[in-house]
């Protein structure tokens, strides 16, 4: 995998080419309700995966960049946290950081889940997207969940559409079926421009970052109730050597009962948790990984601006 920590040396920024003449880039925003698929669509395009997923609502965090480089174009995505009504400080800094997000791209893919019809919440994220001038699309995603009877669901979308001008374009993140239509679709809304990321390169986030994600992927992942919503994954440090990288991991929650449940009876939680993450790991950077993992309990993290800063997560304006 290529990623930016690595590639975007001022070097490498002079090695960048010149697009073909009729080149089209630009910034793509993705956004939508939590769980609407916005980070399996972003995986799925750029052919790698750099955002975790999960059943779980509110999974995405952080602003990511996915990049895609095709013939035509270059697109770059960015996901963004689910956009809902926020319950604590974290959640406020996530919905705030997906509206930010919107002001710094050229397209924006409004993601919806067909299988059921539109409520209150997609509504409020048109509303929102109204106000704005930018060219949106409504992505109508996991069509392939959708039972041909329950078509009708559409409609509830198509007239949020309509009644804006914006165009409609139905897919399955999960099968990729009515991908190129809406690359297409994305394409033609992109003005010519030049190559903003060398075209090999898949990502803007380093690969520490990512590590990071694993972890907390698995923990969504095997973990229930408050547990995976409480947990900030910090990686202390990383050694390289050779034939091996050592990656060691704070898992920081909210109380002792959390760090309990992580732990698990004689560890084996932690060590499931730890077994899964490093073999993602070892598919990121295609070698061998030894991972450590900490479990620190840090009082209401979730509420500490000076703690939600030391973990990553602020608002940012870039
Ligand atoms: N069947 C099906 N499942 C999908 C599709 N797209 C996403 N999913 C599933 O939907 C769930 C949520 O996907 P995510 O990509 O994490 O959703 P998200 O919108 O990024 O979620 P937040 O980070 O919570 O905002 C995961 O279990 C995905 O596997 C699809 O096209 N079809």
Same mark, same amino acid.
């Given at each position: 995998m290529t990623d930016a920590s690595d590639s975007l040396s001022p070097s490498s920024y002079d090695l960048i080419p010149q697009p073909p003449s009729g080149f089209k880039s630009g910034f793509v925003g993705i956004i *939508?309700? #939590?769980?609407? *698929?916005k980070s399996t669509i972003m995986n799925q395009l750029v052919g790698q995966k750099i955002a975790i997923t999960s059943p779980? /609502? =509110?999974? $995405?965090?952080n602003r990511l960049r996915g990049i895609l480089t095709t013939a035509e174009a270059q697109f770059i995505f960015v996901d963004t946290p689910g956009i809902h009504k926020p319950h604590h400080q974290l959640g406020k800094v996530l919905v705030e950081n997906a509206k930010l997000a919107v002001r710094s791209v &050229? %397209? %924006?893919?409004?993601? %919806?889940?067909?299988a059921t019809e539109a409520g209150g919440g997609d509504r409020y994220i048109a509303e929102f997207l109204s106000s704005s001038d930018l060219p949106v699309i409504i992505g109508l995603n996991k069509a392939d969940l =959708? #039972?041909?009877?329950?078509?009708?669901? &559409?409609r509830t979308y198509q007239e949020l559409a309509d009644a804006r001008g914006w165009p409609v374009v139905k897919f399955s /993140?999960?099968?990729?079926?009515g991908f190129e239509q809406l690359q297409a679709t994305l394409r033609d809304r992109l003005e010519e421009g030049p190559?903003?990321?060398? #075209?090999?390169? %898949? $990502?803007? =986030? #380093?690969e520490r970052f990512i590590m990071g994600e694993l972890i907390r992927e698995q923990i969504l992942l095997l973990t229930r109730e408050e547990v995976p919503h409480s947990v900030a994954v910090e990686i202390e440090r990383v050694q390289e050597s050779d034939d091996i990288t050592r990656v060691f991991a704070a898992i920081n929650v909210e109380r002792d009962s959390q760090k309990g449940i992580l732990i698990g009876k004689k560890g084996s939680m932690l060590k499931t948790i730890g077994t899964a993450a490093r073999e993602q790991m070892q598919k990121l950077i295609m070698g061998q990984v030894y991972l450590e993992l900490f479990v620190k309990v840090r009082s209401k993290w979730r509420q500490s601006p000076s703690r939600l800063s030391q973990f990553g997560y602020k608002v940012s304006q870039d």
């Open positions: *939508g309700r #939590p769980n609407v *698929g779980i /609502a =509110q999974t $995405t965090r &050229d %397209v %924006v893919l409004f993601v %919806v889940d067909c =959708q #039972p041909e009877e329950y078509n009708r669901l &559409d /993140a999960k099968t990729t079926e190559y903003y990321y060398p #075209p090999d390169l %898949v $990502t803007d =986030q #380093p």
